[in-house]
């Protein structure tokens, strides 16, 4: 009698374990799917799979605080604050505090910030802005200085990078891409019968999904060629059409049977990332790090030099408009195409890297500059005597 009536306390025991976990792997796959559905919704704005893995670091931190703090998940947060058990901005503030205590940076607990409103709003959560800012506080943002990235120091990078590093470098310093558009530019973005060569950057690539334009020196033109030539045996004066599609900053390298791998956005920013990270860990001088703990030279780096050479020789306008802030674009389409150009070609040399021929070519304005000064002071001093006028002694 007793062996039965454990037998049978067992078996409701393990029945009700099992519908426990039957309905535990419900909940895990109903969260999964408006996970993922919430996604989807996010990735038709922006198509940047950046911002959903940003998202998806956030929505996993929550979990964990809402297990920790709350012993619940998201969708059992979300029906107690439809049925007014919680406030949710309380919950939004703790777990804000939860994200200080982990050291995450303001920056980043900004951002994730971002993903939970975003997400909270999808299951149905109404969020005041006006009550979100009185009620809910994050840690400041502090703005540290960084170490300027000089020529000098691109200079040292190049001569101890392989090529399609090189390539990339000059591309980024002399253009002001975002690694994310250098990545995926293709062959039948770039006008080589323009002077200077020009980037047409697609809207699908570009941040803020706007269209533009923008140009590299003769230098990087020339580093761009041979790279195109090495490694996809591109060829100048022809059409090189079956080559148009191609992203020529993805993987180079060729699988074991021959083919080259699919692209992979994030794999190729990756790659140019490693390789640059590689190079500096090579060279200590430039092996250095911003206040903030970030290393001083990255590719965000080179687009702020892009900035700061092409905003001091042409006005801030100008260089913003290049590198894709959409509120100088206005100013920048509504000047002539020769224009644009020549504005460009006025920077060039303060663009340019190592390339002899462009300096060169500066060395000899400045001679000839100097000679044409040289005239006129002679003919200035030979007026003055003529005309009996007392030359000043300087």
């Not at 310093?173 to 002077?195: A, K, V, Y």
């Amino acid at each position: 009698m007793i062996v039965y009536e454990i037998y049978i306390i067992y078996n409701i025991y393990n029945f009700k374990y099992e519908i426990i976990l039957t309905r535990n792997m419900l909940v895990a796959q109903t969260i999964t799917q408006t996970k993922k559905q919430f996604f989807d919704s996010m990735y038709i704005i922006s198509h940047s799979d950046k911002t959903i893995q940003t998202y998806n670091t956030a929505l996993n931190h929550f979990e964990k605080f809402l297990k920790s703090h709350y012993h619940c998940d998201e969708h059992q947060i979300v029906e107690q604050i439809k049925y007014d058990k919680i406030d949710v901005y309380v919950v939004v503030r703790d777990f804000v505090i939860y994200l200080d205590q982990k050291r995450i940076r303001p920056r980043g607990i900004q951002s994730y910030l971002s993903g939970l409103k975003g997400y909270l709003r999808y299951m149905g959560i109404k969020i005041s802005s006006d009550d979100f800012k009185q009620f809910v506080k994050t840690p400041k943002v502090t703005k540290t200085r960084e170490i300027p990235v000089t020529k000098e120091m691109i200079l040292r990078i190049l001569h101890n990078s392989p090529p399609k590093l090189q390539t990339a470098i000059l591309l980024c310093t002399s253009s002001g891409l975002r690694i994310g558009e250098l990545t995926q530019l293709r062959l039948s973005d770039i006008d080589f019968e323009s002077n200077p060569t020009k980037l047409s950057i697609r809207a699908e690539i570009a941040k803020g999904n706007m269209s533009r334009e923008t140009f590299v020196t003769s230098e990087a033109t020339y580093a761009l060629q041979d790279y195109l030539k090495r490694y996809f045996g591109w060829k100048k004066n022809e059409s090189n059409f079956h080559l148009q599609n191609t992203m020529i900053f993805g993987r180079i390298s060729v699988t074991k049977n021959g083919s080259k791998p699919k692209f992979s956005l994030e794999s190729a920013k990756q790659i140019l990332q490693a390789s640059l990270r590689n190079q500096i860990e090579k060279i200590t001088e430039l092996n250095v790090r911003n206040e903030n703990g970030l290393r001083a030279v990255h590719f965000h780096a080179f687009r702020k030099f892009f900035r700061t050479t092409v905003g001091n020789v042409c006005g801030r306008d100008y260089a913003e408009a290049l590198m894709g802030h959409g509120f100088y674009m206005d100013t920048y389409y509504q000047l002539p195409e020769d224009k644009k150009k020549q504005m460009y070609l006025d920077a060039e040399s303060q663009l340019t890297i190592s390339d002899f021929k462009e300096v060169e070519k500066n060395i000899k304005k400045i001679s000839e500059k100097n000679t044409q000064l040289e005239e006129k002071f002679n003919d200035l001093l030979q007026y003055l005597r003529t005309n009996s006028i007392e030359v000043p002694n300087f």
